[in-house]
C-alpha cells in the first residue's frame, strides 16, 4: 500500500531527497523521538529520503540553529516532529533566516517579507497538534510523513506582531486577546497540572468575567471573495481567485490614529468593552472544536479573521464559546462582530505608556497581578496569546503577510460521506 501510495503522488522532482530533522523529545507525552523512529523513519528509508537529525535539548534550541548554523541549501525541506510550538520556532527560525540572507529589516511593519522556499512538514507529536490538525484534517503521523514524502505543498499565510516598530513574534493560527490571552498567562502558572491546566484555567477565567477596554482599527479585505460567515471552508483543492499584493493602494495606507473619531479611508475602527479578541488566520479547528473558532478562514488568502467579542453576560458568553463545539454559527450573536481584514491595531484604553505591560521585566507584577484577579479590576489589562506564547505588550500592531511559507501537505480533504451522516447520499 505505502508503495502504491509513493507511486501515484506528486511529480519526482517536488519529492524531498534529503531533510532537516528537528525532534523535540519533551513536548506532549514526551513520545516525540519514539514516533519518529517507530513510525516515520522507515517510511523516509522506504522513499530513499535521507535525513539530518537533532534531537533538540532546550526551548528554541531548533529555531536558534536555523537561524545560525543551519546548512539550509543542503535540504529539500524541513520537519520538526512536535506540537504546535515546536512548528513555531522551525517558523521563526526559517522566516528570520530568510529575511535575514534577503536584507529584510523585520522591525519595520511595513517591510514586504521574502516567502521561504524549502517546506516545513509537521508531524504530530505534542498535546493538542491544532497546527496540523487545521492544515491535515487529522493528527496522524503516518498520514503527516505521507504527504511530506510524496511532496505535497500547501501555502500558509503568516502574521508579523510588532509594537513601536519593534518586532515581536510571527503568528500562523490565533492571536487572542482577553479571555484566551488570560487563559494562557493563568495555565503558564500552574505546568505542573500537565495538560488539565487549560482545562481549570479555562473553567477560573470564565468565572472571572473580565472585560477590557481598547481601540481596534483594521484593514477590511474588501477585494477577496468570501466572507468569515459565508459557508465555503478551505479544503484540499480549493482554489485562490485573487492573489494579494502587499504593493496594492490599500495595504500602503497607514494605521490612523485611534484617538481620531471618524473612520478613516479604507480603515474601520471599533472602541468598547471586549471580553476577547482573536484574530483567526486558520479554523484553528482542533479535536475538542471540530469547527475552530473562524470556520471559513483561509490558509492562504493573505487574510486573517478578527474576532471581536463585546461585554456581555457570563450566560450570553458561555453560549458562544459552546457554539465552537457545534454546528451552530457562532457569529450569529449581538455582540459578537468578525472582520476579515489584512491589518489590525489594538490600543488598550489606559495604554499611554506601555512599559507597565511588560510581563518580564517590571518588578511589580506579584501586586498587579493580585489586582488584576480581583473582579473590581476588569477593566484593567489583558495578555496577548500568541500561537501560545505570551506576548510582553498589549498595544500592538499586525500585518498579514500572504504565502510566506509552505507546508508538505495538501488541506483537509472533503469527506461528505462521513459530514452529513443524517443525509446519506442515495447511491454510491
Known amino acids: 500500500i505505502v508503495v ?16 532537516l530533522v528537528y525532534i523535540n523529545p519533551y513536548g506532549g507525552k514526551q513520545q516525540g523521538k519514539c514516533i519518529y523512529e517507530q513510525k516515520v523513519a522507515p517510511l523516509f528509508a522506504c522513499a530513499s529520503i535521507s535525513t539530518d537529525v537533532i534531537v533538540t535539548e532546550h526551548a528554541n534550541h531548533a529555531r536558534d540553529h536555523l537561524k545560525t548554523e543551519a546548512e539550509l541549501k ?11 510550538g515546536m512548528f513555531s520556532e522551525i517558523v521563526h527560525g526559517l522566516v528570520s533566516r530568510t529575511q535575514r540572507d534577503n536584507g529584510v529589516d523585520q522591525n519595520s511593519p511595513e517591510e514586504k517579507l521574502v516567502p521561504c522556499t ?7 507529536a505534542g498535546s493538542t497538534d491544532c497546527i496540523c490538525y487545521a492544515t491535515v484534517g487529522i493528527n ?23 509594537h513601536n516598530n519593534t518586532f515581536l513574534r510571527y503568528s500562523v493560527s490565533l492571536l487572542g486577546y482577553g479571555f484566551y490571552g488570560d487563559v494562557l498567562a493563568d495555565s503558564e502558572r500552574k505546568r505542573w497540572m500537565g495538560p488539565a491546566r487549560y482545562d481549570f484555567s479555562g473553567f477560573k477565567k470564565f ?34 481567485l485573487y492573489l494579494y499584493s502587499g504593493d496594492s ?50 490558509l492562504a488568502d493573505g487574510t486573517t479573521d478578527l474576532i471581536l467579542v463585546r461585554k456581555c453576560s457570563r450566560f450570553n458568553f458561555l453560549r458562544h464559546l459552546l457554539r465552537h463545539t457545534s454546528k451552530d454559527d457562532q457569529f450569529d450573536m449581538t455582540f ?17 505608556n506601555d512599559s507597565e505591560l511588560d510581563l ?56 461528505p460521506l462521513f459530514e452529513d451522516l443524517a443525509n446519506p447520499p442515495c447511491a454510491l
Open 4 to 19: 502504491n501510495f509513493f507511486s501515484f503522488g506528486q511529480r519526482s522532482e517536488s519529492r524531498p531527497k534529503h531533510l
Open 360 to 415: 518580564r521585566e517590571n518588578g511589580k507584577q506579584l501586586f498587579s497581578q493580585i489586582c488584576r484577579d480581583h473582579p473590581a479590576c476588569s477593566s484593567a489589562y489583558s495578555s496577548w496569546n500568541c500561537d501560545g506564547e505570551i506576548l510582553p505588550h498589549a498595544a500592538i500592531e499586525v500585518g498579514v503577510h500572504c504565502q510566506l511559507i509552505k507546508l508538505f501537505a495538501r488541506g483537509i480533504e472533503e469527506q
Open 118 to 124: 524549502l517546506r516545513i512538514g509537521i508531524i504530530p
Open 140 to 162: 496522524d503521523p503516518v498520514t503527516s510523513a505521507l504527504h511530506v514524502i510524496v511532496g505535497d505543498s500547501q501555502p500558509m499565510d503568516v502574521c508579523s506582531v510588532h
Open 74 to 84: 543542503k535540504y529539500d525541506g524541513v520537519v520538526c516532529v512536535g506540537g504546535d
Open 249 to 298: 493602494q490599500e495595504e500602503s495606507k497607514t494605521a490612523p490614529d485611534v484617538s481620531d473619531r471618524e473612520y478613516e479611508v479604507g480603515w474601520g475602527v471599533v472602541r468598547g468593552k471586549f471580553l476577547a479578541i482573536n484574530a483567526a488566520s486558520m479554523s484553528c479547528a482542533c479535536p475538542r472544536s471540530p469547527k475552530g473558532l473562524s470556520p471559513a478562514a483561509h
Open 336 to 352: 459578537v462582530e468578525v472582520h476579515r481584514v489584512r491589518r489590525f491595531r489594538f490600543t488598550p484604553r489606559h495604554c499611554q
Open 207 to 240: 468565572l472571572t468575567h473580565h472585560h477590557y477596554e481598547g481601540a481596534v482599527s483594521f484593514l477590511p479585505a474588501t477585494d477577496t471573495l468570501g466572507t468569515p460567515r459565508d459557508k465555503t471552508r478551505c479544503r484540499a483543492g480549493y482554489v485562490i
